[in-house]
């Protein structure tokens, strides 16, 4: 089989005009000006492009820069059956598109199952050296050291809150604490079950029960997890989105929003259960999400860009009789108010 | 086939400019191995990306043809993978072996302890600014063209210092210089390419570009006063609150009204943001076009000389779209952005001829393995041009 084709010696861009003959594994590059044969053994054959529709060939031999530009698809078809390394082109049936849209479908349910259900499922084994860690770089970020109030008498009022809490929980050890001084509105659980409560949150609350409300709240998620959970999530997260090229920011800013409605939900539910046990008035929690309500009603804020969207649900699910004992005293309520200074 | 290109393109420097390069790439081919390079990324856990994007590049070339003959790209995505471990390997020992010199330090000569880490925190920037250099070197080092490679010579860590430099001078006259130094280190990385023996190059006049940079610039800054003069007339009672706000003790009470009046405040500066980059890149382009159209007017290869009409509104449509097109679907639309970049980029590449062919030889230049890691490190990109 002899066919004409165009060849680059490799060492300068003049095209030559060649007959390629395909005999004995070899092919044969006969210039039509008369240069000397140039003999390429089949097995040393490659594909020398990327062109995967393979309307035109190029070929190049192992260990040198010549080039052959072939257009007959008979030649390469011979030289593929033999058993030179040139890609067949792919033809795409619907087989193959099946295939990958499976898997592409796999791979997505695959990582909503990382991100939704192996948190959960993997969170229980994560050791308390690790928890302990992962606590310490979260306070190194929030400098929680440099902000942490010490009133000793609102120390041992809220450590006695705390403790009483814990047991009714159902916790092992009473739960660590640390209030800061700050004026948002807030108290967070680090992994491992530190509870980090916030200036604004004592300031605002009206009473110590509504504040016990929120810390059984938080005991919620010390009993559940939830702190570990979400790193374990947001590992994940970061995993997927670094792999697709994303950055690992963005996924933690998707991440950063909350333990998601379930988890609070649940939670809440605990609270109001811990607070019966403890036989303390079990009707803070409620109150101060309606306080909330009332503060911070804004029409003007799309229900999508608030970061608590079922505050009015939670305040009406929250309603409980107004019986049990207080949390704290009034002294006690007072030293804990008067932690951050006066 | 006879070698007729040189025979009729008429001699002399008037010859007129037009496309040199063409693009044939098709969308549905690209999808087809950005699909499989997405599936087998995500079940690398990323390592795949490294092979995805030699994939691309081996298609992208063989897609795009100089007189008929079509580019080919060798480099291999064991190269780009181990290039980018070695670079990871280089900054972590820089900065591990700089935080045990200034513990070392810290004892002997306490105020030296800043030494160390300065000194790699200027490595690490020269090392940045001179990846671009390397990265380039790797891809045309792998590009060839009629079985004739391309190639670059002189020295990345040189182009990095340069770089450094030439920004602080930019600095220090407070962007005025920005025109020359953008226009020198583009020169640079010009001067310093080849394809075989055939070497470009470029010498602009920075002087020309900078009418057009300064009445950007100020345009620029006009705008950024108006959007923030909009914000405060528009929402004066928003921006009081954020003032007062800075000036309230921690120890206030919560204050909603306060808290709701910022909420506000804060919804409108990131409106202004929005309309200040949107319109902060549209006056941008005018810029970036003329620049092109200098740098190119002033580029050469041999006796071939390099051109471009490309408007500022075309630029603007470019950067615009792909920006849409990426945000709206989540990355998804890549093969859509690399398709419109290189019809772009072929169709806006004026050239007064291919080169000589009679006379372009190949080069015993050797051949890069290593390169685009420092690239891929430092400038987090995923980029596959």
Not at chain 1, 243 to 272: H, I, K, N, P
Not at chain 1, 279 to 287: E, S, T
Not at chain 2, 277 to 287: N, Q, R
């Amino acid at each position: 089989m002899i066919v004409p084709a165009r060849f680059f010696d490799g060492q300068t861009a003049v095209p030559h005009g060649v007959s390629v003959e395909f005999r004995n594994n070899d092919l044969i590059i006969r210039d039509a000006e008369g240069a000397a044969d140039i003999v390429w053994p089949v097995a040393a054959v490659r594909r020398s492009d990327g062109d995967i529709t393979g309307r035109t060939v190029g070929l190049r031999c192992k260990g040198e820069t010549g080039r052959l530009v072939l257009q007959d698809a008979t030649l390469v078809a011979a030289l593929r059956e033999a058993g030179a390394a040139i890609d067949a082109p792919v033809k795409w049936g619907s087989r193959r598109w099946t295939a990958l849209a499976a898997g592409l479908c796999a791979s997505v349910a695959i990582a909503a199952a990382m991100v939704d259900q192996l948190p959960g499922l993997l969170a229980p084994l994560v050791p308390q050296r690790v928890e302990r860690a992962w606590s310490a770089q979260i306070e190194g970020i929030l400098s929680v050291s440099a902000n942490v109030c010490e009133g000793p008498e609102g120390d041992e009022a809220l450590r006695r809150l705390f403790g009483r809490l814990g047991t009714a929980a159902g916790l092992r050890s009473p739960p660590d604490f640390e209030v800061l001084n700050t004026g948002l509105v807030n108290a967070f659980t680090l992994p491992g079950g530190r509870v980090l409560v916030l200036r604004g949150l004592i300031d605002t609350a009206q009473d110590p029960d509504e504040l016990a409300g929120v810390l059984a709240h938080e005991l919620g998620h010390v009993k559940h997890r939830d702190p570990t959970r979400e790193m374990l999530r947001r590992m994940a997260l970061n995993m997927i989105a670094r792999s697709l090229g994303w950055g690992g920011d963005v996924a933690s800013t998707m991440a950063a929003l909350s333990y998601g409605r379930r988890a609070e939900a649940a939670a809440d539910a605990s609270a109001v259960k811990t607070l019966h046990a403890a036989g303390l008035r079990a009707d803070g929690l409620g109150r101060f999400f309606a306080l909330l309500l009332k503060r911070t009603d804004d029409p003007g804020v799309p229900a999508f860009l608030s970061d608590h969207p079922t505050t009015s649900d939670r305040a009406v699910r929250l309603q409980q009789p107004a019986t049990g004992q207080s949390a704290l005293t009034a002294d006690e309520w007072r030293g804990v108010r008067n932690m951050c200074g006066p | 086939m006879p070698n007729d290109e040189t025979a009729e393109e008429p001699a002399g420097e008037q010859r007129p400019l037009r496309q040199i390069l063409y693009y044939d790439g098709t969308i549905g081919d690209l999808y087809r191995i950005y699909l499989v390079n997405l599936l087998l990324t995500i079940v690398t856990l990323g390592i795949w990306r490294f092979w995805g994007i030699t994939r691309l590049r081996r298609y992208v070339w063989s897609r795009t043809s100089m007189m008929e003959d079509r580019f080919e790209y060798d480099g291999t995505g064991l190269q780009l993978f181990l290039s980018f471990l070695l670079a990871g390997l280089i900054l972590v020992v820089m900065v591990f072996a700089a935080a045990i010199a200034s513990l070392l330090l810290r004892h002997t000569h306490p105020r030296l302890v800043i030494v160390p880490i300065g000194l790699v925190e200027f490595i690490i920037i020269v090392l940045a600014l001179g990846a671009p250099f390397a990265a380039q070197r790797y891809r045309l080092g792998h590009t060839m063209w009629r079985g004739i490679r391309g190639g670059m010579e002189g020295s990345a860590i040189q182009y990095g210092l340069r770089s450094v430099a030439y920004y602080i001078l930019a600095g220090i006259t407070l962007y005025q210089l920005l025109p020359w130094a953008t226009l020198r280190l583009r020169e640079r990385l010009i001067d310093a390419s080849f394809l075989g023996d055939l070497q470009f190059h470029a010498r602009g006049r920075a002087r020309e570009l900078y009418l057009v940079f300064l009445a950007t610039f100020a345009g620029v800054i006009i705008l950024g006063i108006v959007v923030a003069g909009a914000v405060f007339l528009l929402d004066a009672s928003g921006m009081h609150a954020m003032a007062a706000s800075m000036h309230r003790s921690s120890h206030a009470p919560f204050d909603p009204e306060l808290s709701r009046a910022i909420r506000h405040a804060i919804y409108w500066i990131i409106a202004g943001y929005v309309v200040f980059f949107v319109g902060g890149a549209l006056i941008s382009c005018v810029y970036t076009a003329s620049f092109w159209r200098h740098l190119l007017r002033h580029t050469n290869a041999g006796n071939i000389r390099f051109g471009s009409a490309v408007k500022a509104r075309a630029v603007f449509m470019l950067v615009a779209g792909n920006f849409l097109i990426l945000v709206f679907t989540l990355g998804l639309g890549y093969p859509f952005i690399i398709q419109r970049n290189m019809r772009f980029f072929t169709f806006n590449l004026l050239a007064s001829g291919g080169p000589d062919v009679a006379t372009l030889r190949q080069s015993d230049r050797p051949v890069p393995t290593l390169g685009e890691g420092m690239f891929q490190q430092l400038d987090g990109g995923a980029g596959f041009l």
